[in-house]
């Protein structure tokens, strides 16, 4: 009797499990299409200022800006690694640690030294338990980020490079390809390059038009004011990208979860309806032998 309570138990707080992994499964799947559409909006935007940028910095051969400036030497990197502030997401946030770990590894294997700047709760804690302080720590954006936060980021970026204190900046984040795949990726955020900016544009039809821009007051000041802003919206995307990556990782881990939960509710019902069924077996040929016993 004992054991069919354990079982009936055990059962009762799988099916408790089962209701909270649903439900969280519900959450991210709806979650997944609003990040989708973010990310949607502000392409349009990073293309354009692409195009514009593309066609600046082609028309002006001898135009210098910090931001350009590629390094004949890279001695110092930064590396910003975005993950998660939760967890319950598979292997969204290790993924991105061992990523991360990896490229610091190589980089200081080459003699460069590390600048870290960690987005999320999980990659902070993380390198906080082994001891390495990040140069930048920015949580509470992984699941709805924000332009305005972005910036904090972005700005930094910008300073650290213009000032040369830095010579490359790379981002590791996870990026989102669809609701089943996500896949990490190893971005240089800056120096900003004529081959970068042209693969941000859309190969579409509205994009191979080539258009003659006239620059007011200068393609100089235009170059100044846009490319810290495209830093800052790469830096977006990377964060919005990461944010429908994490919903879809943890969409698909909550569904494993709850199909786990199925099949244990199953198996533990087999086994109850098992125990029960030799219990009552047990308790009758008991009866049949006491009554045996009362004959005789």
């Known amino acids: 009797m004992s054991n069919l309570k354990e079982i009936k138990k055990r059962i009762g707080s799988t ?24 990310i949607e909006g502000t392409r349009p935007y990073i293309e354009a200022l692409a195009k514009i940028l593309a066609s600046v910095t082609k028309a002006t051969k001898a135009i210098e800006h910090p931001l350009l400036d590629v390094r004949p030497e890279t001695k110092r990197v930064m590396i910003i690694s975005i993950a998660s502030d939760r967890g319950q997401a598979g292997a969204f946030n290790a993924n991105i640690v061992h990523a991360t770990e990896k490229l610091v590894a190589e980089r200081q294997a080459l003699g460069q030294e590390i600048d870290l700047v960690c987005c999320g709760k999980k990659v902070v804690d ?16 992984s699941g709805r980020p924000m332009y305005e ?42 120096p900003a390059t004529v081959d970068d900016l042209e693969g941000e544009v859309a190969e579409t039809d509205e994009h191979k038009t080539e258009l003659e821009y006239i620059f007011e007051p200068s393609a100089e ?34 569904k494993a979860a709850t199909d786990s939960a199925d099949g244990m ?6 086994s109850f309806n098992r125990a029960r069924q030799a219990a009552i077996t047990t308790e009758i040929a008991e009866i049949v032998g006491g009554a045996a016993a009362l004959e005789d």
Request: no cysteine; proline share 2%.
């Open 15 to 38: 099916k408790s499990m089962r209701q909270v992994t649903r439900t969280m499964e519900m959450v991210s799947t709806a979650k997944i299409r609003g990040a989708q559409n973010r």
């Open 126 to 141: 993380y390198f906080h338990r082994r001891g390495i302080e990040p140069a930048l720590i920015n949580q509470g954006l």
């Open 149 to 190: 936060d972005v910036r904090v980021i972005a700005n930094h970026a910008i300073d650290e490079y213009s000032n040369a204190s830095v010579d490359e900046i790379i981002v590791v984040s996870n990026h989102f390809i669809s609701v089943g795949t996500q896949r990490v990726e190893k971005v240089t955020l800056l």
């Open 221 to 254: 000041s235009v170059l100044e004011k846009l490319l810290p802003t495209f830093v800052e919206a790469l830096v977006y995307r990377s964060l919005l990208e990461s944010a429908a990556a994490e919903h879809a990782a943890r969409r698909a881990a909550m």
């Open 265 to 270: 509710i199953k198996t533990l019902t087999r």
